[in-house]
């Protein structure tokens, strides 16, 4: 059976070695050397991990049909062997955003922003998955976590795809921001 729930858990073990870890915006996250990615409730292999973020997939807040349509068609699959780099981007947005209605939120997202159009012409064909944290309980350090997996050779142009993202409207309302990046390894 698929499941909606990834844990991330930072620490001593997994395929994903860290190779850096910036607090972009407010608080860090303590240091970690390997990244682990455990499905649904199977157990990690390390009990005592750094951190441990969890988030679940969820329905989309923000596309119509013609973005739908253009992201379907240009998604790509996690897991393709030559994606051997990779980035965790946990963000919370600040109280200011949550207390904006949903259209309000739509309008900075969309037009104010254009998030989804940023995305696709800087990096039309990405390999993502966006985590959602707030469901799960009152107390997640983060709203979302963001996953990504990318070539070596894309790395510049993921960074420029972030910096552009960066200086939008939505990111006023971020308040909390890690950039953790990793390569693929087998143990
Ligand atoms: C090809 C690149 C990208 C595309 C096409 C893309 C597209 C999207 C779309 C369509 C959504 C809305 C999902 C919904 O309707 O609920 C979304 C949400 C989001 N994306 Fe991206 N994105 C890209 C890159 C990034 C990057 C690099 C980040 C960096 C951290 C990011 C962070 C987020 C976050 C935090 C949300 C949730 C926003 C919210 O619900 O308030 N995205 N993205």
């Known amino acids: 059976m698929s499941t909606r729930l990834f844990s991330f858990m930072g620490g001593d073990t997994g395929l994903w070695r860290v190779t ?23 157990l990690p ?10 988030g679940i997939t969820s329905n989309e807040r923000y596309v119509d049909r013609e973005e739908r349509n253009q992201i379907v068609a240009k998604l790509l699959d996690l ?9 965790l981007i946990p963000i919370r947005k ?14 900075i997202f969309k037009d104010q922003s254009r998030h ?12 993502r998955r966006l985590h959602h944290c707030r469901d799960l309980s ?3 350090p983060f709203d979302f976590l963001t996953w990504f997996e990318y070539a070596p050779a894309d ?18 309302y971020v308040e909390r921001e890690v950039d953790i990046r990793f390569v693929r390894e087998e143990t």
């Open 20 to 42: 850096k870890m910036e607090a972009g915006i407010g608080e860090p996250l303590p240091a970690a050397r390997r990244l682990e990615i455990i499905s649904g409730s199977a």
């Open 45 to 54: 292999s390390d009990p005592h991990p750094a951190w441990a973020l969890r």
């Open 79 to 87: 897991g393709r062997p030559e994606a051997t780099c990779a980035a």
């Open 94 to 107: 600040n109280a200011a955003w949550w207390a904006l209605t949903q259209d309000e939120r739509l309008s």
């Open 116 to 127: 989804t159009q940023i995305g696709l012409q800087y990096f039309p064909e990405l390999a």
């Open 138 to 140: 009152e107390n997640e």
């Open 155 to 172: 790395e510049a142009v993921f960074n420029k795809l972030l910096a552009a993202l960066r200086a939008t409207t939505e990111w006023k």
